[in-house]
C-alpha cells in the first residue's frame, strides 16, 4: 500500500509517524519549504498524550513540556478562582497520561522524529486529486504528480483536498480573533501559577500557561470583533495593541503583557461538521475534515486521534480501503463534530456579557465543583476519557459477510 499525505502540519506528520510504524510506503507533500510551526503554545489533554505514548514518544514529550497543576478559571479582574479542575496528580490516573504543555514546534518536532528524511517533499503545492482506476493521484503545481493506493488531506483549515472531494466553500468566520505570544520569563513567577489558567471576561477571555519546562509562558487572548478584514490569519500584532485590547484586567495580566516582544493576531475561523471525509480513494484528517475554535484546546489532539485511528483501520483492512475510511468515519466523525460544536458553545459561556450571567455561570461551576472537580469549569472529561489505542477495525463483520 502507498499513501500520499499532503500537508506536513501536526495531522499530517502525526499520521505519517503512525504509517510508518506499521510499515507503510508513504510519501508527505508540503508547500512550505520545511517543517516549521508556529512559535506558540499547545495544549496536549491526556486523550491526546495516550496516543504520543502508543507512538513511543511520551518520554520526549515529558522532557520539552510542563505538567501543569490543575486547570483554573479566573475572574478577568479580580483573579478569583470560579473553578479549579485538578490535573498533575489526577490524569494519569483517571485517564492514563498526563496533561502537557508544549511548544509547537517540540510537539512538531517529536513527531517528526519518526518520519527519515527521504518521506517528505518541500515546496510542492497540491493544486488538486483525481481518481484512476484503482489508484488515486495527487496534482502538484510544478506539473508533477504522485499516484498512490490512497491519499489523505492534512493540509489544514483551508484544504484543497476538501475543495476538490466536496466543492468549494470559505470556512467561517466566528466573530472571535486571538492574540498569541510567548513570553520568556526564567521558570515559574508570581504573577503566572503553574496551572492552565482560563481568564474569563466579558466579550473575552485568557489563557496562560507554562512551556519549555517552565521556561516561557504561552498566551491566547481571546475578544470579540465584527470584522476580520485581513486576507491571512496569522498577522503581526504589537504589545500596545494587546495592552490596549485588555486594558482594565487583572494586574497580572498587565505584568505578563508588559513582558511581550512579538505577537501575533488570528482571526478564528471555523466550519459546520461534515457527513463524510471521503471519497474513492481520497480523504481527510485534522483541520482539514473539522476545523474548530480552540476553546476546549482540541485541534491538534483530534488531528493526532484521527491519525491513529486512520492507520489503524488502514492496516487492518489491507487492500479493502472502502471498509477502512468506512471504520475511520463511524468512529471519528461523531467524536470530532461533538467536539466542534462544544467548542463553539465554550465561546459563548466563556465571553458572558453580564455580571448577573457570569455569576450564574460561576455558581453553577462551583456547585459541580463540589460533586467532581473534574465535571466543573471547561468540562471536558469526556473529551479526555476517550482512548484511540482501543479502536479496532471492524474486520470480523467483513468475514461474516463473505461467509454468509
Ligand atoms: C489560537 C489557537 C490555539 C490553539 N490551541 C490548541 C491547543 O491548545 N491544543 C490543540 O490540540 N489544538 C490547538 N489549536 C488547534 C491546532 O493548532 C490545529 O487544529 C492543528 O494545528 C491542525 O493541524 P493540521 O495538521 O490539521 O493542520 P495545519 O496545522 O493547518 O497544517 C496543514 C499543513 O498543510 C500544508 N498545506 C496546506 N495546503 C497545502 C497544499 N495545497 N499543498 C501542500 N501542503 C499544504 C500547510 O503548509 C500546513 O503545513 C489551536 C489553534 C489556535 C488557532
Same mark, same amino acid.
Given at each position: 500500500?502507498?499513501?500520499?499525505?499532503?500537508?506536513?502540519?501536526?495531522?499530517?506528520?502525526?499520521?505519517?509517524?503512525?504509517?510508518?510504524?506499521?510499515?507503510?510506503?508513504?510519501?508527505?507533500?508540503?508547500?512550505?519549504?520545511?517543517?516549521?510551526?508556529?512559535?506558540?503554545?499547545?495544549? *496536549?489533554?491526556?486523550?491526546?498524550?495516550?496516543?504520543?505514548?502508543? %507512538?513511543?514518544?511520551? @518520554?520526549?514529550?515529558?522532557?520539552?513540556?510542563?505538567?501543569?497543576?490543575? %486547570?483554573?478559571?479566573?475572574?478577568?479582574?479580580?483573579?478569583?478562582? !470560579?473553578?479549579?479542575?485538578?490535573?498533575?496528580?489526577?490524569?494519569?490516573?483517571?485517564?492514563?497520561?498526563?496533561?502537557?504543555?508544549?511548544?509547537?514546534?517540540?510537539?512538531?518536532?517529536?513527531?517528526?522524529?519518526?518520519?527519515?528524511?527521504?518521506?517528505?517533499?518541500?515546496?510542492?503545492?497540491?493544486?488538486?486529486?483525481?481518481?484512476?482506476?484503482?489508484?488515486?493521484?495527487? *496534482?502538484?503545481?510544478?506539473?508533477?504528480?504522485?499516484?498512490?493506493?490512497?491519499?489523505?488531506?492534512?493540509?489544514?483549515?483551508?484544504?484543497?483536498?476538501?475543495?476538490?472531494?466536496?466543492?468549494?466553500?470559505?470556512?467561517?468566520?466566528?466573530?472571535?480573533?486571538?492574540?498569541?505570544?510567548?513570553?520568556?520569563?526564567?521558570?515559574?513567577?508570581?504573577?503566572?501559577?503553574? @496551572?492552565?489558567?482560563?481568564?474569563?471576561?466579558?466579550?473575552?477571555?485568557?489563557?496562560?500557561?507554562?512551556?519549555?519546562?517552565?521556561?516561557?509562558?504561552?498566551?491566547?487572548?481571546?475578544?470579540?470583533?465584527?470584522?476580520?478584514?485581513?486576507?491571512?490569519? !496569522?498577522?503581526?500584532?504589537?504589545?500596545?495593541?494587546?495592552?490596549?485590547?485588555?486594558?482594565?484586567?487583572?494586574?497580572?495580566?498587565?505584568? %505578563?503583557?508588559?513582558?511581550?516582544?512579538?505577537?501575533?493576531?488570528?482571526?478564528?475561523? @471555523?466550519?459546520?461538521?461534515?457527513?463524510?471525509?471521503?471519497?474513492?480513494?481520497?480523504?481527510?484528517?485534522?483541520?482539514?475534515?473539522?476545523? *474548530?475554535?480552540?476553546?476546549?484546546?482540541?485541534?491538534?489532539?483530534?488531528?493526532?486521534?484521527?491519525?491513529?485511528?486512520?492507520?489503524?483501520?488502514?492496516?487492518?483492512?489491507?487492500?479493502?480501503?472502502?471498509?477502512?475510511?468506512? @471504520?475511520?468515519?463511524?468512529?471519528?466523525?461523531?467524536?470530532?463534530?461533538?467536539?466542534?460544536?462544544?467548542?463553539?458553545?465554550?465561546?459563548?459561556?466563556?465571553?458572558?456579557?453580564?455580571?448577573?450571567?457570569?455569576?450564574?455561570?460561576?455558581?453553577?461551576?462551583?456547585?459541580?465543583? %463540589?460533586?467532581?472537580?473534574?465535571?466543573?469549569?471547561?468540562?471536558?472529561?469526556?473529551?479526555?476519557?476517550?482512548?484511540?489505542?482501543?479502536?479496532?477495525?471492524?474486520?470480523?463483520?467483513?468475514?461474516?459477510?463473505?461467509?454468509?
Amino acid at each position: 500500500m502507498r499513501i500520499g499525505i499532503i500537508g506536513g502540519g501536526i495531522g499530517g506528520v502525526a499520521l505519517t509517524g503512525c504509517l510508518l510504524q506499521r510499515g507503510f510506503e508513504v510519501r508527505l507533500f508540503e508547500r512550505a519549504q520545511g517543517f516549521g510551526e508556529v512559535g506558540a503554545g499547545i495544549q *496536549m489533554t491526556p486523550n491526546a498524550v495516550k496516543v504520543m505514548k502508543a %507512538l513511543g514518544l511520551l @518520554d520526549k514529550m515529558l522532557e520539552a513540556g510542563f505538567l501543569p497543576h490543575a %486547570l483554573v478559571g479566573r475572574n478577568w479582574r479580580t483573579a478569583r478562582e !470560579n473553578f479549579r479542575t485538578p490535573l498533575i496528580d489526577v490524569c494519569p490516573v483517571l485517564y492514563d497520561a498526563p496533561f502537557i504543555h508544549i511548544h509547537r514546534a517540540d510537539l512538531h518536532a517529536i513527531l517528526a522524529s519518526l518520519v527519515s528524511d527521504a518521506v517528505p517533499s518541500f515546496n510542492v503545492n497540491c493544486v488538486g486529486v483525481r481518481h484512476e482506476k484503482n489508484t488515486a493521484v495527487a *496534482m502538484f503545481a510544478d506539473g508533477t504528480e504522485y499516484e498512490a493506493d490512497v491519499i489523505v488531506g492534512a493540509d489544514g483549515v483551508r484544504s484543497i483536498v476538501r475543495s476538490e472531494l466536496f466543492g468549494a466553500e470559505d470556512p467561517r468566520f466566528t466573530g472571535h480573533m486571538c492574540y498569541r505570544a510567548v513570553v520568556p520569563v526564567g521558570g515559574v513567577v508570581d504573577f503566572v501559577s503553574p @496551572d492552565t489558567s482560563f481568564w474569563l471576561g466579558p466579550n473575552g477571555h485568557i489563557v496562560t500557561y507554562y512551556v519549555r519546562g517552565g521556561q516561557a509562558v504561552n498566551i491566547v487572548a481571546v475578544a470579540e470583533t465584527r470584522t476580520w478584514v485581513e486576507e491571512s490569519w !496569522n498577522v503581526a500584532s504589537s504589545k500596545s495593541e494587546m495592552l490596549a485590547q485588555f486594558q482594565n484586567w487583572h494586574r497580572n495580566i498587565q505584568t %505578563l503583557f508588559d513582558r511581550v516582544e512579538d505577537v501575533y493576531k488570528w482571526g478564528l475561523f @471555523d466550519r459546520d461538521p461534515m457527513t463524510s471525509w471521503s471519497k474513492g480513494r481520497v480523504t481527510l484528517l485534522g483541520d482539514a475534515a473539522h476545523p *474548530m475554535l480552540p476553546f476546549l484546546s482540541q485541534g491538534a489532539a483530534m488531528a493526532i486521534e484521527d491519525a491513529y485511528v486512520l492507520a489503524a483501520a488502514l492496516d487492518g483492512h489491507g487492500r479493502d480501503v472502502a471498509s477502512a475510511f468506512r @471504520d475511520y468515519e463511524a468512529e471519528r466523525l461523531p467524536r470530532t463534530s461533538r467536539v466542534q460544536l462544544e467548542a463553539r458553545e465554550r465561546g459563548r459561556t466563556y465571553h458572558l456579557p453580564s455580571a448577573f450571567a457570569q455569576a450564574k455561570r460561576d455558581f453553577t461551576y462551583w456547585v459541580r465543583g %463540589l460533586f467532581n472537580p473534574q465535571t466543573s469549569g471547561i468540562r471536558a472529561n469526556w473529551v479526555y476519557e476517550y482512548d484511540a489505542r482501543k479502536f479496532r477495525p471492524n474486520v470480523a463483520d467483513k468475514s461474516s459477510r463473505l461467509v454468509a
